[in-house]
């Protein structure tokens, strides 16, 4: 009995680049496979934003159970850890319903810190944080990141040079721990893992994805995008700071007349292909994705998550 009772809960992810077709990937398994869907996404976690962020619709939504989506107003914040938060207690319900939860989305930071935990760093500290960033503009665009590659080059390896946010956290965590930042998370990599995990990722060539992302942006137009912005402007405005993410701001950029229609369509198309290309970048570096024909046709994709579900 001691030994069921700790045995690690079976979860399946599906990640992967914005328009790859994850959800419908998730969708096709549930035909085959007693699952319930929760949503990886930064964005759906937002009511209202429902064409922008491609959420599943309320069809697939009652064809199989989704959570985490809808969960906050448009003018409210939601961190990392609060999805973590969330999304647990999610996963031992829907294990004990004696159905497999199903972890899908982009947003690559929330599948990692909800498979593996956040790793235990120091608060913030306000006042050191607005040095660093005081020091950022006296020094020059760059010069943190110079002082992080020299205090932690690890940690600046793993930080893009323009990610301010990011390398203040790093050299604020050095500071405050008197530790390397990159020691930190590289010791809480080998923590031990809540679950036991697949990962599959639709498998498109570059070309062919991109093709579909801009297939989509059409579609969200169509479907009345300009239209969901126009109505978080009205009861909110332009400032909304769900309104800054890709797909929003170029409608409410043609919405305060900046650009023309086809400039926004073009943007969008254009600013998500380059969003995908990153989420490309970090998801190829997890070696443990099984990148998978999305058609299923093979039948091998659910071969293998009933062999995984079996051992």
């Not at 040079?161 to 008197?178: D, K, M, Q």
Request: one cysteine or more; a neutral charge; aromatic letters at 6%.
């Amino acid at each position: 009995m001691v030994q069921e009772a700790t045995k690690q809960i079976p979860v399946i992810v599906i990640c992967g680049p914005t328009g790859s077709g994850k959800t419908a990937l998730a969708l096709a398994l549930a035909e085959q496979i007693p699952l319930e869907i929760i949503s990886a996404d930064s964005r759906q976690v937002y009511r209202r934003m429902d064409i922008g962020t491609a959420k599943a619709t309320s069809q697939e939504q009652a064809a199989v159970s989704h959570h985490m989506i809808d969960l906050i107003d448009p003018d409210q914040s939601f961190s990392v850890a609060e999805f973590v938060d969330r999304a647990r207690p999610l996963i031992q319900k829907i294990s004990a319903r004696g159905k497999t939860p199903c972890i899908v989305g982009g947003t690559g930071l929330y599948i990692r810190a909800l498979l593996g935990g956040l790793a235990r760093l120091p608060d913030g500290n306000p006042e050191l944080r607005k040095q660093l960033h005081l020091r950022e503009q006296i020094g020059g665009t760059g010069s943190l990141f110079r002082e992080l590659q020299q205090v932690d080059p690890a940690a600046a390896e793993s930080i893009h040079p323009n990610n301010t946010i990011r390398i203040v956290r790093a050299l604020e965590v050095c500071a405050i721990s008197g530790r390397k930042f990159s020691e930190l998370k590289s010791e809480h990599r080998f923590a031990e893992q809540p679950y036991r995990v697949i990962k599959l990722a639709p498998d498109f060539l570059r070309d062919e994805l991109y093709a579909r992302i801009n297939q989509r942006t059409e579609q969200m137009i169509s479907a009345g995008l300009v239209n969901e912005v126009k109505g978080l402007v009205e009861d909110y405005s332009f400032d909304l700071k769900a309104l800054q993410t890709l797909g929003y701001r170029e409608v409410v950029r043609y919405l305060k007349a900046e650009i023309s229609a086809e400039q926004m369509l073009d943007d969008i198309q254009k600013y998500t292909r380059q969003y995908a290309k990153r989420q490309m970048t970090w998801f190829r570096k997890e070696e443990e994705i099984i990148w998978v024909d999305s058609s299923m046709k093979s039948g091998k994709v659910v071969q293998s998550i009933e062999n995984f579900l079996l051992y």
